[in-house]
């Protein structure tokens, strides 16, 4: 099945794309719970005596670390997404090391292998607005080797992708979350 690379991107933007998409939400250092705008509300009326925030996706895993949005990439795919990585120290391309906008390293999904999907980079890092780059497009396949540095530096984080994939984790809905290009029906 040929996949429109615009129709994916736009699965992508929708499903990845922002922190209200993501269900990212605050959680102070007890666990309690709070929406990005009640944080930031409790922080305007607080200033430096507000209580620690960190943000956090529906499941708890920091939503500040690279490879849990990775992990959510996979979790919404299981079957199309590998998710890989790479230690900037072996990476000396990748803008990551170049300008040094990510500590030691950073990890990504790649989806049927042809689409570098990585909120991170606008959601944390503010280094792109795109998110989903199509590798088969000549403009995109320069923007992944410029942001990433080549294929052959990546690893494949199997390991992560084994843990994240157990009994008990919630996926996506396919009846409400079907991704173009999937054999899946509505």
Known sequence: MTISSA??????EERFGSDASLKIEFSDLDGRRMSLEEGDTLYKALGDDCPDLVSVFPDGLSATVCTNYAIHVFRALPDRVVIVGFANVDNPTS???????????????VVDDRFVVDPWVRLVAGVSQQICFDIHNERDAAL??????PRACWKHLSE???CHLTPGVRHADPATSVPPGSTQSR
């Open 7 to 12: 129709s994916f991107a736009q699965y992508v």
């Open 95 to 109: 803008r990551a090391e170049r300008e040094e906008f990510h500590p030691e390293g950073h990890d990504f999904a």
């Open 144 to 149: 992944v080797l410029d942001l990433y540095g």
């Open 160 to 162: 992560v992708m084994r």
